[in-house]
């Protein structure tokens, strides 16, 4: 389950009720969907797509969206740092960022105008949504392995527009377990290229 970290208020959020009521006034909307017993840790990409159709097809209905994919990333993938430099430095979507995790698991920093920075940490079964024009970043966990169902208004994708002087080298990229606040020992650093 999804939890919420506020790094300059020291706070921590592991509450879907308070998730939910923290991330609404960014325009950030979290969902629990099942993963256990609806799909095998070996489904193929079209399988996880047919198992959760009706929720897609509710989300393209809600948002605009017009496809949907699965991106599967573990620490076996060809250009892998590559590929997660363009998404660890801060930037921007012209369009919302959709992601359900299926597999794995990641931290989507989120730095909204007028608001503090905070951390969304994602693992199987959570869906987050990123509005178009929010400042963010994405890191793996230590494990580097993630696998998703994203969607796109436009069927091309999205591309980053980074941000000038943005302030995610001020933030450790960390996967932390559920009682983690900052001073504590043990930490679960991601690793970075």
Not at 88 to 94: A, C, R
Not at 136 to 145: G, I, K, S, V
Not at 185 to 191: A, F, G, N, Q
Request: hydrophobic share 35%; glycine share 10%; charged share 25%.
């Amino acid at each position: 389950m999804a939890r919420i970290r506020i790094p300059d208020e020291n706070r921590e959020l592991t509450d879907v009720d308070e998730i939910r009521t923290f991330l609404q006034p960014f325009g950030i909307w979290y969902e629990r969907w099942e993963v256990e017993g609806r799909i095998g840790p070996e489904a193929t990409n079209e399988e996880i797509l047919t198992a959760y159709a009706p929720e897609i097809e509710r989300l393209k209905q809600a948002g605009g969206f017009v496809t949907a994919d699965v991106i599967n990333v573990n620490s076996q993938t060809p250009g892998l740092d590559g590929m997660l430099a363009k998404f660890s430095k801060e930037h921007t979507h012209s369009e919302d960022e959709v992601r359900f995790t299926v597999q794995g698991g990641g931290v989507f920093h989120i730095h909204p105008q007028g608001g503090p920075v905070f951390a969304v940490q994602v693992e199987a079964g959570d869906l987050i949504n990123v509005p178009a024009g929010t400042q963010h970043w994405f890191d793996l966990c230590d494990d580097r392995t993630i696998r998703c169902i994203r969607l796109f208004q436009d069927a091309s994708g999205w591309t980053p527009h980074y941000v000038e002087n943005g302030v995610h080298e001020r933030y450790t990229p960390l996967c932390l377990g559920p009682s983690y606040l900052p001073g504590r020992t043990k930490v679960e650093p991601v690793i970075r290229p």
